[in-house]
């Protein structure tokens, strides 16, 4: 049976038992974070049968050992029979919790999520200083499932309790060292004192303490919550999970223990179905599958990154420049001209002067950042850098140029990366005579503040280019997504069709503002008109031009072209799909705009109709999720959640939608194909680009979803 084979133990040991004299210590290992597994879980429980058996044995010590204790229930068994297979963590507290020999936590390091939990019901806890407790669940749309919502409270306080569930924020053990949670908070190591400790409580008789005894004596109970179900709706919006964290402690004053834990157990299981829970775990894994690519292994050897240089300094160079100088890298900054070098140093340092301003930045982090710049207009001082990156102008001869020049003065080792957002990275490798050296790192501006980095893998890329840089990207804690060389890569790539649909929209009766607000109800930050003006309308109308040479039979409306004719390229000319007072960021709608709209529609002939919101949102969404299925068959993309992953980092689409193709596979893509069938008969449309691109059309037909 499938069952009892998934459930076959594996034969590495994941909880260790000894004894210290009379004292039995249960270690969890489990690395890398002592995740509490189905081998954790029947080893420890075994631990405690023995232990309680042998009646040498006075007291148990439970620990994850020296660097931490557990960061709670192993993902690598989420959705498999592992994961509910008994003991279940339930069963794991229950045994600890009803043991009739005092059982002690010792907890060093982080004690997180279900580990916590364990801890929590342990008779006693022992921490050192520098561990730290987090309830996290809620950042994964869920709360604390195994009496997490119901100890806590008792342990520290309903107040303190609430905020750590409903921020799943991590607390060091000294903050709450006076509290019920710790019965000890000790300076060196807490395995230590923990056996120190039982021997003393052993000595003493002392009774066991049982957390789900304690009772709470909160007087104004309901003022507090009332005042904290307002506050958490405002904070928690879209999401569910915050509001029945507030339940769920208010449970645990006004409900008996047992009756509290039944509570907890049937919100959670509500959680678990929700789909802004769905989403949000979607992501999670999205995050960690992107630094997997399937031909190159994690043991690849990398090349050391210890000191970058950037070409370019203006707009994306001085970004990217700030992303290595805060992450403590040495960065040489090289420009043609000294003034435009200067331009773009007073940028970097105007933008750390306002994090400093912000206080988000100490100001000897903005010192040590500063001293490790070295500016210069020689290419000779680029000879030690151990990772280049272009950030010149977006044309294929300067680009080829300046890479011709690198293969000269760096080093062999060097890593040769172009930030270019359209041109063909394997034409700009071939300008070298390594192209093994060579790959794209496309960052998004502000390249010092966005997360999302594209890492462009050449034909040529080596294995061991595209491992340092996936590795260097979380160095400066960027979310690295690979994608294969195309034209506008995957973000780019799939935005073109969303903002072609947008301006379809305006010939057939939308106006800018409308298109907006609907994608913006949809959940996007912001809607496609404010984008294109934030971004500037002449980037767009110099793809457009390309466009309409490179593909003559892709339709496009001209409208956006009448825009910029009137040089109205958006905020940087306060005037573009809105009009912006001088140095703000209003959108103020703009009738102009509308004549001009109003005028294209006659030069067309197409008579306005009244457009629904969901027309519009249906129309965005489902393109990108079209060219997005295009990406995934001709293996642009590794996997659909990358897509999601850039879309949720680079594009602001709202995480509790989990992404386009996460989206796409909630509306059922049987669906999806449906829709781009009414889509395409809509009078104007652009039958053709409705055409399900074939993967979809296949997996629609076979049932199945893009991330199944
Ligand atoms: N602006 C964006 O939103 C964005 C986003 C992602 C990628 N990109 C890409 O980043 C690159 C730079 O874009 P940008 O917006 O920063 O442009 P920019 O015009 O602001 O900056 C380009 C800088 O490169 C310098 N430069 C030009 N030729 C040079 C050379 N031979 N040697 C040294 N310096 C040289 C210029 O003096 C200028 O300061 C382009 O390839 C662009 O496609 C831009």
């Not at 709706?233 to 339940?247: E, G, I, Q, R, S």
Request: glycine content about 8%; some cysteine.
């Amino acid at each position: 049976m499938a069952r009892s084979l998934s459930l076959k133990r594996s034969a590495i040991i994941a909880a260790h038992y000894r004894l210290q004299e009379s004292i039995a210590v249960i270690t969890l290992d489990n690395p890398p974070v002592n995740g509490l597994g189905f081998d954790t879980r029947v080893e420890a429980a075994a631990g405690i049968d023995r232990a309680l058996a042998d009646t040498s044995v006075t007291a148990l010590v439970l620990t994850g050992g020296s660097k931490l204790f557990s960061a709670g229930a192993d993902i690598r068994e989420f959705n498999t029979p592992k994961a509910t297979a008994e003991p279940t963590l339930h069963t794991l507290i229950r045994v600890i919790e009803a043991s009739t020999k005092p059982v002690i936590a010792a907890i060093n390091g982080a004690c997180v999520g279900g580990g916590l939990e364990l801890a929590l019901a342990c008779h006693f806890r022992v921490a050192s200083a520098t561990a730290s407790v987090a309830l996290p669940e809620v950042k994964l749309g869920l709360l604390p499932g195994a009496g997490g919502t119901q100890r806590l409270p008792r342990a520290i306080g309903v107040e303190a309790a609430l905020n750590m569930i409903v921020s799943g924020a991590s607390v060091p053990a000294s903050q709450l060292a006076q509290t019920v949670l710790f019965d000890e908070v000790v300076t060196g190591d807490a395995l230590d004192a923990a056996i120190a400790f039982a021997r003393k409580i052993v000595a003493e008789k002392l009774p066991l303490k049982r957390i789900r005894d304690l009772r709470i004596d909160y007087p104004n109970a309901e003022g507090f919550f009332a005042f904290a179900r307002n506050t958490v709706a405002t904070v928690a919006k879209n999401f569910p999970a915050p509001l029945k964290c507030v339940d769920a402690v208010a449970a645990a004053v006004s409900k008996p223990f047992d009756e509290g834990l039944r509570y907890e157990r049937g919100l959670f299981l509500q959680l678990v179905q929700t789909p802004e829970s769905r989403a949000l775990r979607h992501a999670f894994f999205a995050e960690r599958a992107a630094s997997k690519i399937p031909d190159v292994s994690d043991d690849t050897p990398t090349r050391g990154v210890r000191s970058v240089a950037v070409i370019g300094a203006g707009t994306m160079g001085s970004g990217i420049a700030m992303s290595f100088l805060s992450a403590a890298l040495p960065v040489t900054l090289l420009e043609m001209s000294q003034g435009a070098l200067d331009h773009g140093v007073a940028t970097i340092r105007r933008n750390y002067e306002a994090s400093v301003a912000r206080k988000k930045l100490a100001p000897e982090k903005w010192d040590a950042a500063m001293a490790l710049l070295t500016p210069t207009l020689r290419y000779d001082d680029l000879a030690k850098a151990d990772l280049i990156i272009e950030a010149v102008f977006e044309e294929m001869d300067i680009k080829q140029q300046v890479f011709r020049e690198l293969d000269r003065v760096t080093k062999p080792s060097a890593i040769l990366a172009t930030n270019t957002s359209t041109l063909d990275v394997d034409r700009i490798a071939d300008a070298t005579t390594r192209p093994q050296d060579v790959v794209g790192m496309h960052f998004f501006s502000p390249a010092n503040v966005m997360k999302l980095l594209e890492v462009v893998r050449g034909a040529k890329t080596g294995k061991d280019v595209l491992k340092t840089v996936m590795d260097v990207a979380k160095t400066i804690r960027k979310t690295a997504v690979v994608a294969g060389v195309c034209d506008g890569f995957i973000g780019n790539r799939m935005i073109e069709h969303y903002l072609r649909q947008a301006m379809f929209l305006l010939e057939e009766g939308a106006s800018p503002p409308q298109v907006d607000r609907a994608l913006e109800k949809f959940g996007m930050a912001m809607g496609p008109f404010r984008m294109s003006d934030a971004a500037g309308n002449d980037v767009g109308w110099r793809i457009r031009k390309r466009r309409y040479v490179e593909k003559p039979q892709m339709r496009y409306s001209r409208v956006a072209d009448r825009l910029c004719e009137q040089g109205r390229f958006g905020q940087k000319t306060d005037a573009g799909w809105y009009r912006y007072e001088s140095g703000r960021r209003d959108a103020i709608p703009d009738p102009a705009v509308d004549a001009l709209i109003a005028a294209y529609r006659r030069e067309i002939s197409v008579t306005p109709r009244k457009i629904a919101d969901d027309e519009i949102v249906d129309r965005l969404i489902l393109a990108l999720v079209n060219e997005g299925a295009r990406i995934l068959e001709e293996g642009i993309a590794l996997r659909a959640s990358d897509l999601d992953l850039v879309y949720l980092t680079g594009y602001g689409f709202p995480l509790y939608r989990g992404g386009p193709m996460f989206y796409a596979d909630t509306l059922g893509l049987y669906n999806v194909v449906r829709r781009m069938k009414e889509l395409a008969a809509i009078p104007n449309a652009d039958a053709d680009f409705w055409q399900p691109a074939p993967l979809l059309a296949k997996l629609a037909a076979e049932g199945r979803m893009f991330n199944g």
